[in-house]
Each structure stands twice: as structure tokens, then as C-alpha cells.
């Protein structure tokens, strides 16, 4: 017997078939003995439903009476799911966020937990109940509904996980797991077994979002295994855990991330002083504008080029911000290019295996594809390449690294 959180998002409790669905996987989880917490979001598309409305009536409503209106969404589907299981003949017992007193603070459409009492919830799961937990929302010490930031559901379930000191969460989506890259651009992308939580934080940051970041944060932290599954097809999905747990799979690359909508600004001949980089960058990020990678390069005459890649949508922006001090920055050039995406390799075995890098850009020099911008962190190396090389670049690193074939069967000594 196991004490199980389960989280079932939008799409998995999307119609009242589906919440008859989730229901019959619930009931298979309680005939096994298990003990069942679950965590729903809203119907899908009803945050959207209900923000909407809100527009309608004002453009900016206040934060307090907007989480009022978002929390109802979650509050439909855990009564339903309720019913579905009542129904079947299961105790099932639905409770808000308030009710089992998720605490948090009083940051109102963002709000973060900080404590959780598990008593009403082990009571209720010692009377043989299934405990229905609507996702997303939490109450201050005022007694405030908050809500905790779009997708909000993950973390919520990772957070009762942990608290009542769960063996495991499940988070069952659309999809069946996490793959070693988007399946829709590599065919052959392959569904990860096991990855570690630093592995799937650098791939969701980068762009394969399964799952709240903040979530997988919180369950690195309190470490609490957590699961990526299809609440739609059968299968283990992907688990997620600490490194040190991670015995059976040693693959050296976990999997490739991308980012399209990027662009690239490069101030040029710039003088080469300290604190150059500072009024640069600064008054880039202080318009509220993400900078993400940066490099800076010293050239022999004693002037500077600086690049840095933004969202392609705040780049125009970034120029005029940029084309402002040129001349104060004594800037020979400001250029903007927005035709570039960013490509990532991922994972620990970066640590312990050398001779990666040189592998990844074999396999772009192989393609032809020149590389704009090369990072690298402990765990991860990205490079900056033309967009019309995206899917030809991630297809080229998926092979080179033999990410789809099958991982080799575990030595025995
Ligand atoms: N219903 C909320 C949203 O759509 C929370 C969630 O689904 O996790 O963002
Ligand atoms: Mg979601």
C-alpha cells in the first residue's frame, strides 16, 4: 500500500467523459490498496474562460478579486470528480485549497505556498476516502483566496506530496512522459525512463514544458519522486529524481531543448573599460527585458563587441533601448538579428564524461551549420545557430548522441 498523490490537469479532466475517465483510473489505484490524494485544475480552457471575463469588465481587475474568479474554475472539477467517484461506489471527499488549509502568502495571482496542514487530509484518507484537492489556489493568514501563477496545479501537488510525505506524485497530462527532445520535430525522440530534477529543470526552463518549473523545483527540494505520465494511454511515463537515485540509466545526454522565438543584439566597438558591460545589459533589463545568453569579446585594439539574445519579441525594444546610448556608449554599431534560435544538449553525465562539446560540434560542423554563440554550464551546452538550421541541428545532435535508439541493457558489475 502506497500513498499516492495524482495530479490531473486541464485536458485530462476536460469533459465530463474524461472526469468519468480519471474517475475509473482512481478507482483501479484504491482496488490495489492504494491510498489516493488528487489534485485537479480547472476544466480546460475555463482560466481562460473566466480571465477573459474579467477583461471584459476592466483591463487591469485587482489581483484579490481576480484569484476570487480563477479559483471557481478548480472548484467545478473537484466536485465533479467527486460525484464520478461516489458514484462508482468509492468515498471520495472534495476539499478547496482554504479547506485543507493550504497557507500561503498574500501575493495575489502568484502567490507561493508556505505551509500545509496534512491532518484533515490523513484523517479523511484513514476513513478510507479518496481526498479531491482543487489545485492552484491556497488562502493567506487573512483568509484571502490567492492562487498561484498559471499552471499552478504542478505545484500544488508537489507540495501536498511532500507534506504528507507521499511515495510518490503523479502528474498525468496529454502527453506520455518526457522525451529526449520534441517529438515532433525528431521522429525517433525517445521517452525518458528517468531523468534527474536538474536535467528536467533545464529542459522545461528551455522550452519542453511538461511541467511547472516551479514545481519541479519544489519536488527537488523536498525530494519528492515525481512522475510525468499520459492520464490518457497506458505506460510509466518518466520519473523524475535525484541524481544519486539514478542507477539504472546512464546515459550521458538526458535530452536536446530549443528555443525559436529568439533574437540576437550585438553592440559593437565599444570601448573596452570596466563597467562597459553594466551599461549595456542594464538598461536592457531594467525595461523588464529577459537577457539570456551574453557573451562579451575583447578585441586586440582595445574595443569591445557585446552580444546577448532576448525573446524575439522584446528585441525591437532592446534596439531603440540600445540605439538611444549608442552614442554615449561610444558604440561603432548596433545591430538586431532575428533570425536565430538557440539549441541545448543536456545532461549530468556532462559532469563526468569530457569530450561532449567537441562531439556536439562535430555534428553541426557535419551539417554545415555555422554557430553564432556557444555556452556552457555544468550540466548543459547551448549554442546559438540560424533558425532555418533548428530542426536540421536538433535532428543532427538526436543521432550524433544516439539518443533514440534504445539505452543499453544495465552490466552486471
Ligand atoms: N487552471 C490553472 C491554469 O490554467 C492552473 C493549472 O491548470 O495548473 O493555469
Ligand atoms: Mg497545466
Known amino acids: 500500500m502506497a500513498l499516492i498523490v495524482q495530479k490531473y490537469g486541464g485536458t ?13 483510473k482512481i478507482a483501479g489505484f484504491r482496488d490495489r490498496g492504494d491510498e489516493v490524494v488528487v489534485v485537479v485544475s480547472a476544466m480546460s480552457g475555463e482560466t481562460n474562460r473566466l480571465t477573459a471575463l474579467a477583461m471584459e469588465v476592466m483591463d487591469a481587475p485587482t489581483p484579490r478579486e481576480m484569484d476570487v474568479l480563477l479559483s471557481t474554475g478548480e472548484q467545478v ?14 468515498g471520495a ?17 502568484r502567490a507561493r505556498i508556505r505551509e500545509i496542514d496534512g491532518t484533515r487530509i490523513h484523517a479523511q484518507l484513514e ?16 483568509g484571502n483566496i490567492t492562487t498561484l501563477g498559471r499552471g499552478g496545479s504542478d505545484t ?96 550521458t545526454i538526458a535530452g536536446i531543448a530549443f528555443e525559436r522565438d529568439e533574437a540576437k543584439l550585438t553592440v ?33 585594439d ?19 533601448i540600445l540605439e538611444k546610448l549608442s552614442a554615449s556608449l561610444k558604440a561603432r554599431d548596433v545591430s538586431l538579428d532575428k533570425k536565430i534560435c538557440k539549441v541545448s544538449l543536456v545532461g549530468v553525465g556532462m559532469r563526468s564524461h569530457a569530450g561532449i562539446a567537441a562531439r556536439m560540434f562535430k555534428a553541426l560542423a557535419d551539417e554545415n551549420i555555422n554557430i553564432d554563440i556557444i555556452t556552457t554550464s555544468e550540466i548543459k551546452i547551448s549554442v546559438v545557430v540560424g533558425e532555418k538550421y533548428l530542426e536540421l541541428a536538433v535532428r543532427a545532435l538526436h543521432s550524433a548522441f544516439e539518443l533514440g535508439d534504445p539505452q543499453p541493457a544495465i552490466s552486471g558489475n
Open 156 to 251: 500544488s501537488a508537489v507540495a501536498l506530496a511532500a507534506a504528507l510525505e507521499a511515495d510518490e506524485c503523479q502528474i498525468y497530462t496529454d502527453v506520455k512522459g518526457v522525451y529526449t527532445t520534441d517529438p515532433r520535430v525528431v521522429d525517433s525522440a525517445r521517452l525518458l525512463a528517468t531523468i534527474t530534477f536538474e536535467e528536467m529543470l533545464e529542459l522545461a526552463s528551455l522550452g519542453a514544458k511538461v511541467l511547472q518549473i516551479r514545481a519541479v523545483e519544489f519536488a527537488g527540494k523536498y525530494r519528492v519522486p515525481l512522475r510525468v505520465l499520459s492520464s490518457f494511454e497506458e505506460g510509466e511515463g518518466t520519473l523524475i529524481s535525484l541524481e544519486e537515485e539514478l542507477v539504472m540509466e546512464e546515459a
Open 12 to 24: 485530462s479532466v476536460g469533459s465530463i467523459d474524461r472526469i468519468e475517465a480519471v474517475a475509473e
Open 77 to 90: 472539477t473537484i466536485a465533479l470528480l467527486c460525484m464520478a467517484l461516489e458514484k462508482r461506489g468509492y
Open 268 to 300: 559593437s566597438g565599444v570601448p573596452d573599460v570596466p563597467g562597459i558591460a553594466y551599461k549595456v545589459i542594464g538598461p536592457v533589463s531594467e525595461a523588464g527585458i529577459e537577457v539570456d545568453v551574453i557573451v562579451q569579446n575583447a578585441a586586440a
Open 302 to 320: 582595445g574595443s569591445n563587441d557585446i552580444t546577448f539574445t532576448v525573446k524575439r519579441r522584446d528585441s525591437e525594444q532592446a534596439r531603440e
Open 93 to 109: 471527499r472534495s476539499f478547496t485549497g482554504g479547506q485543507v488549509r493550504i497557507l500561503t502568502d498574500s501575493a495575489h495571482t
Open 127 to 142: 476513513q478510507g476516502d479518496v481526498v479531491v484537492v482543487a489545485g492552484f489556489q491556497g488562502i493567506d493568514d487573512w
